[in-house]
């Protein structure tokens, strides 16, 4: 039922978002990239699948753990190193780094370093598309940590009454830094919040990008027909701590081995391998192709300038 | 130039409440652009606690006069996030005392969204409020809080003074493509001034001067110009001569304005309602002392409020902030009179 | 069941607060009172009852609507009227108004120009009970718009995995001044946003004194006990506009006179009457005694000082 | 005095990191007073994200060590509340960025309380936080906002630059009666600085003199303090002698102090982190222009951010913010030379 161009597509996301936060993991430690570094490894399903369901004139709004959302939105990799690394030719020439990428052009407003800063901002791209009256949708990422900001319930409240065609996708990793779900929330389970609110909502193995795909289709259909909005809680965990210097000790051993069991990257490849004709040979070569790929991009943004302060300077002089 | 227009007694001219100017800048501005539409409080079916939004929507309906539930901090996020993606919404928060609770999504977001995506995205969107004491409406719902959005990089701040100002600075903020915090007094909507009936826009950055004069020079804005003013034609029957200086905005300043009128009065007086600690007075203050150091006679003279929350007792609320003859008392005591 | 004492003091209370709702409103219009004036008149049975559940120890936080709040937790008349005729013999000092009435001697940890503001607050009060180890419980008043403003959410939550000894009391009114509670929320029974975050909650009819009085007793037995947070929606409307100056003109005559025909008072009234030996006339003599107390309480804060400004400014100066 | 002490070279005193210090004074203050207790994103387990609160659970367990959800503007309130009702809570905010969250509860619920409800009320409670530059954190991680609630009536506000200052002023500031914003800054938690074993506490309001000098006055607070003190090193060398003086607090304002310096030295120079525009140093200018206007012998000089967000490159990063080249250049142009 699923093209093979499809699942080469889905597989090549999966596979890029792994590539490119091992990396620059690698170039943070070789003290290249400074400052937060927040990795997408183990959720790299999410935004691949949700991202296969949009149309290029839909929106995302992404977190402080955005890499995965940009690349699966059609982000370009070497804008994206370029803007890790701080250089001038970098998404936000160099101004805004990790936790800032954003391109509305491609339709992705925006990384946020504030917790839940961008779920009402998503709320706002929805709410335009509802006076503009257009059948585009809005996929709000977030983590289960920004569930307790209280701008969550606020802007859940406001895409309910006002019908707006926007999609909480909840990426439940099940911490917030170190604090584990369980102790701050008594049902983690986050996706019963918005059932008080009159919003449906569905958990998913978020682990399974053929599943998050699905129910983001079902989610998206909903939203186009002026249904208003749908939360979708997507089940996953991190594959290692918060940040590229978060040793996340505090994830129990077997908690985290039974999450790397279920590898969405390794999942999508099955799935390839599996449900087409690809053989082990033809995946590879993907995994090859991007792999090349991203070394051009570190190349390319290693040898990219850097900002010209003179010419910051000069534009502060206009602010 | 502008304050000629507004004096003028031409036949376009008619003198009408400042609300009203307010509320046909809104409706000239939706009429103009399909992207501008605004949010609020009650600002429907009730037009809004002040009636600035009095019939809009029977004109422009539900969709672009949009009544919010108590989330300011959403609606308010809503709105950068409605014109990150190519609107033009107009967000009111009825007390500037509750925009406490939208400052990161002024502040952290809005202000900021231009800069850190490198300049590919931006941000049109103007956040009316209203400030200011005089109702008898205490601590929390009385602050002048002007000079917190003054302090922060990428916001415009607008406070008008008369109907005219409030009009032509609204329709430029809504034309502004960036974020404009544009505040009024709750003193203000009920004063009158005259109008012109052709459009017109002022261009936000502009002061204007409201009363010349040679022999000191009073910076004001927004209700405190109505104050200094009037504390001015005192002054005049004491034979001193006040040029006042209404600010209009206060970002951009028109910083050049103050310093023309000050090498030529040698005196200034700075009004602001607004607690002087840390007000945008004392800001004023230290760009003056240091560039028309020489041409100071005497030290600046701040009539600011005072170091305290607003009290709800009439006669305590009256002292705390800037009176007629507080004015009129820094005005001689910079003169050595 | 209920001793004769009992259903009088509740009667009295409900009939203070009527007659202090409706004498002030009589010194507003004479321009004796300025400023914001938000009458309890048709919710008085939810003050009533939920005090009259209260220990002396226990805590309340108020609201913008809280004279009914004050005066069923003791608070004394001739302070109240002072204090919303800006005396200096006031509960504030005449600092505060009408708006900001606070004396957390009684328990009463004051009234809130923000809506939603007091939330948090009294969340702390039930945080400082459980640090402290004591049995007291904290009773938060609120109504439907506060639900919409996130901290409602937050706090819900903070409660809620802090099992802290706090009743979220929702006076539903069903109006944020002129905004209907139906389009403000998908879900008008708000005590469901409650479910979500695994705090019990229950609707109860607000204007009956005794109901709320009996759902409240349950609640503080939970929380003295350890059980955490409970959260009670009480249904009730308001007998005028959200302010002395607003007529109310869009609240439908008929849903008015519905809940009018089922005054709070009249029922606290027939309560006393029907349950006790209570007579018409030592209700009657009840009712003359309150109007005395409030006679005295207006005479005594009209003939008090008004602040000195000189000593206000001596303050501002140690400021 | 507190200085002689702090650099005494007396058996009592060790070295210590400012981080270490103020795990001190909260250990002490823990230990001294029950109803002090701490709340905040990670501090508990994990010991904060800076590892101020490291070992501080095992000590007092986790009903006075309590990890928060991501609800800033709640437990902030409920540190009000706690506050209002006979506890001290000393309540942390990870990002001084992120208080933007909780300004409704600082600024119109604890800064207002007292006062609001005439005098019945106090809010003893301590909110620390952490700003500043200098870590490549960029725009919403790096900011310096002690301008906002320096400008708000009834909050008090420190920010020491010395462990030894850190320690004695977070003591102080948690016996103090009124709400504290104690904001720290990200550079400083692990530089060192001499801390005696015994017990102090040092006063708020009052600033220290951390150099001596007869040629220029320097004011600074924070960060800015150190950066200062190595201007004033490469100064000497040039023959200019300067005196540093550290505000440590900024509300109260040790106003004396700063006038004395002035008008010994004549000349000033106030060198602050924050965005120039409506910062505090703008306030101390106006206070001095005023106070000492025939003192001043050159116009105030302000050495402060840039009109910019903080951009994530470090060199744009470092251009944003006061650097030791910028301060000896001010010190310079205010002696003429
Ligand atoms: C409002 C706010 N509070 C605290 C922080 C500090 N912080 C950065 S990431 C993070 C954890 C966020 O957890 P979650 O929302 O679950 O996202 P995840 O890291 O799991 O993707 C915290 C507390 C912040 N950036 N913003
Ligand atoms: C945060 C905030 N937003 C808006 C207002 C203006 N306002 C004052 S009372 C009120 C209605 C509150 O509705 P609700 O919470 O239901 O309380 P009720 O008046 O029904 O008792 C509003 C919007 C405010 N005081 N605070
Ligand atoms: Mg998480
Ligand atoms: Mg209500």
Redesign the interface.
């Known amino acids: 039922m699923y093209s093979r161009e499809f699942l080469e597509q889905l597989y090549r996301t999966l596979y890029t978002i792994r590539v490119f936060e091992t990396e620059c993991i690698k170039l943070y430690r070789q003290g290249l990239i ?3 570094f927040h990795p997408y490894l183990g959720e790299e399903a999410i935004a691949t699948g949700v991202c296969a369901a949009l149309r290029k004139d839909d ?1 995302i ?1 992404s977190t402080h753990r955005g890499h995965g959302h940009c690349i699966a939105r059609g982000g370009e990799l070497k804008k994206m190193v370029a803007e890790v690394l ?2 001038e030719v ?8 990790s ?2 990428i ?4 491609i339709g992705n ?2 990384a ?6 961008g ?14 009256g257009t059948d585009q949708v809005v996929v709000i990422f977030f983590s289960d ?2 569930c ?8 859940l ?2 895409a ?3 019908d707006l065609p926007v999609i909480f996708l909840l990426e439940n990793n099940q911490y ?4 584990p779900i369980e ?5 983690p389970d986050l996706y ?8 449906p909502a569905y958990p998913v193995d978020g682990n399974d990008v053929l599943v998050v795909y699905e129910k983001t289709k079902e989610a998206i259909e909903a939203c186009r027909n002026g249904k208003g909005p749908v939360m979708i809680e997507a089940k996953t965990y991190r594959h290692g701590g918060h940040h590229v210097n978060d040793p996340g000790l ?1 994830m129990p051993r077997d908690r985290l081995e039974y999450y790397k069991s279920k590898d969405p990257v390794a999942l999508g490849r099955k799935y390839l391998l599996e449900k087409t004709k690809c053989t082990k040979q033809e995946a590879a070569a993907i995994e090859q192709q991007v792999q090349k790929a991203m070394e051009e991009a570190i190349e390319f943004a290693k040898n990219s300038p ?2 010209s ?1 003179e010419r ?2 000069e ?2 002089e206009q ?1 | 130039m502008s304050e000629d227009r507004s004096k003028s007694d031409g036949q376009d001219v008619r003198r009408i409440m400042f609300r009203e100017a307010l509320n046909e800048a809104l409706r000239e501005e939706m009429r103009r652009d399909e992207t501008v ?1 605004v949010m609020g409080g009650g600002i429907g079916q009730r037009g809004g606690s002040y009636k600035v939004t009095v019939g809009l929507l029977d004109e422009f309906g539900p ?2 006069i ?1 009544d ?2 108590i ?1 300011e ?15 033009r ?1 107009v967000v009111e928060i009825l007390f500037i005392d509750f925009a406490s609770l939208i400052i ?2 002024i502040v ?2 809005a202000a900021k ?1 231009r ?7 931006r941000v049109p969107m103007v956040l009316r409020t209203q400030g200011g004491s005089g109702n008898g409406l205490a601590a929390q719902h009385s602050q002048s809080l002007e000079a917190w959005y003054y302090h922060t ?2 916001l415009k701040v607008v406070m008008p003074s008369t109907p005219y100002d409030a009009k032509g600075l609204l329709k430029s903020a809504i034309r502004d493509n960036d974020p404009v915090m544009f505040i009024e007094h709750k003193l203000l909507y009920m004063t009158e001034g005259p109008v012109p009936q052709d459009e017109y826009t002022i261009e936000l950055g502009a002061g204007d001067i409201k009363r010349r004069g040679n022999d000191v020079t009073i910076v004001a804005w927004s209700n405190m110009v109505l104050r200094a003013l009037s504390a001015a034609e005192k002054l005049a029957q004491q034979g001193i001569e006040t040029e006042v200086i209404d600010l209009r905005t206060l970002v951009p300043l028109d910083k050049q304005l103050i310093l023309e009128s000050v090498k030529k009065t040698e005196h200034l007086v700075i009004v602001q309602e607004a607690v002087r600690r840390g007000g945008v007075a004392s800001d004023i203050a230290s760009i003056v002392q240091a560039e028309a150091f020489d041409f100071l006679d005497a030290p600046i003279e701040i009539v600011a409020g005072k170091n305290t929350p607003i009290p709800f007792n009439v006669h305590l609320e009256r002292a705390s902030v800037p009176q007629e003859g507080d004015i009129i008392e820094a005005v001689r005591k910079v003169l050595h009179l």
């Open positions: 400074i400052g937060y929106y709004v701080g250089r970098g998404y936000c020439r160099g101004r805004g780094g936790m800032h954003a391109d509305v052009n407003i925006g946020n370093g504030i917790v839940g800063g779920i009402p901002i998503g709320v706002g791209a929805g709410l335009g598309i509802s006076i503009r940590g920004a307790n900001n209280g701008v969550f319930a606020e802007s409240n406001l309910a009454i006002w917030a830094v170190s604090s102790e701050m929330s008594r049902i019963r919040r918005a059932e008080g609110y009159g919003v505090y850097e900002p302060v910051f300077l534009e502060v602010n | 539409f969709r672009r949009i919010t539930p989330s901090a959403s609606f308010t996020g809503a709105g950068v996030g409605a014109a990150i993606t190519g609107m919404p990161d999504q952290n977001q969204y800069f850190m995506s490198g300049g590919r995205g990089p990428g």
